[in-house]
């Protein structure tokens, strides 16, 4: 049996969403990102993030579409703990 999840949690939240049984379309705040010091040398937890809370295993597919507008724009998914502890996968 494979479980269902709701995202029901926005970090975040985008000004303007739509969500249905098969696609999560959101538009992101401009100037927003996940970034942690590095290179840089700053943090920023600021970007639009619908999440939900799993405690078991799980796997899952995702497919991103997005429309880049500017030079670091990206979309992808984030598995996030608290603001110190998380880790992005995008393109």
């Not at 942690?36 to 970007?47: E, P």
Request: aromatic letters at 18%; charged letters at 20%; one cysteine or more.
């Amino acid at each position: 049996m494979n479980p269902t999840y709701t995202l029901y949690r926005w970090l975040n939240k985008s000004k303007n969403s739509e969500i249905t049984s098969k696609s999560i379309i959101f538009e992101v705040s401009p100037k927003t990102d996940f970034w942690q010091i590095f290179h840089y040398g700053f943090s920023r937890v600021d970007g639009n993030c619908l999440m939900d809370q799993i405690n078991c295993d799980i796997s899952f597919k995702v497919k991103v579409y997005m429309n880049y507008i500017a030079e670091f724009d990206q979309a992808g998914v984030i598995v996030y703990y608290d603001e110190d502890n998380w880790a992005k996968m995008s393109v």
